[in-house]
Nanobody, 125 residues
Framework: QVQLVESGGGLVQAGGSLRLSCVAS????????MGWFRQAAGKEREFVAA??????YYADSVKGRFTISRDNTKSTVVLQMNSLKPEDTAVYYC????????????????????WGQGTQVTVSS
C-alpha cells in the first residue's frame, strides 16, 4: 500500500503561482510513476502531468506553465503551477502506480492504483 498526501492548494489571482506537493509513504517511492490529475466541478477528472524514472508528460493545457518534479530522497512529487488561469480551478489529485507494461499510458487515470485525497486550487479572475 502507498499513502499519498497532497498539500499546497489555495486561492490565487489569475497570473499567480502555486506549488503543490505530494508526499508518499509505505513503499519504495522510486519504483512508482507519479501523476497529477484535476477535477473541476461538474467535469470529469483530467490528466495534468506525470513523471516516471525517465520521462515527463504534460497536458497541452498546462504545457509551458506547469512543471512536475520529484525528489526520491524525500518521497515527494511537486507540481509548480505558474501563470494560473481561472480554468485551472479544480481539485488536484496526486496518483501513483507501480504498474509496468507495454503501451502503458501515464495520461490515463486507470493506470494509477493509488490516489491522494485531493487539494483545492481556486484561481480568481
Amino acid at each position: 500500500q502507498v499513502q499519498l498526501v497532497e498539500s499546497g492548494g489555495g486561492l490565487v489571482q489569475a497570473g499567480g503561482s502555486l506549488r503543490l506537493s505530494c508526499v508518499a509513504s509505505g513503499r519504495t517511492f522510486s519504483n512508482y510513476a507519479m501523476g497529477w490529475f484535476r477535477q473541476a466541478a461538474g467535469k470529469e477528472r483530467e490528466f495534468v502531468a506525470a513523471i516516471t524514472g525517465g520521462s515527463i508528460y504534460y497536458a497541452d493545457s498546462v504545457k509551458g506553465r506547469f512543471t512536475i518534479s520529484r525528489d526520491n530522497t524525500k518521497s515527494t512529487v511537486v507540481l509548480q503551477m505558474n501563470s494560473l488561469k481561472p480554468e485551472d480551478t479544480a481539485v488536484y489529485y496526486c496518483a501513483a502506480t507501480e504498474r509496468r507494461y507495454y503501451g502503458i499510458d501515464y495520461r490515463k487515470s486507470y493506470t494509477y492504483n493509488y490516489w491522494g485525497q485531493g487539494t483545492q486550487v481556486t484561481v480568481s479572475s
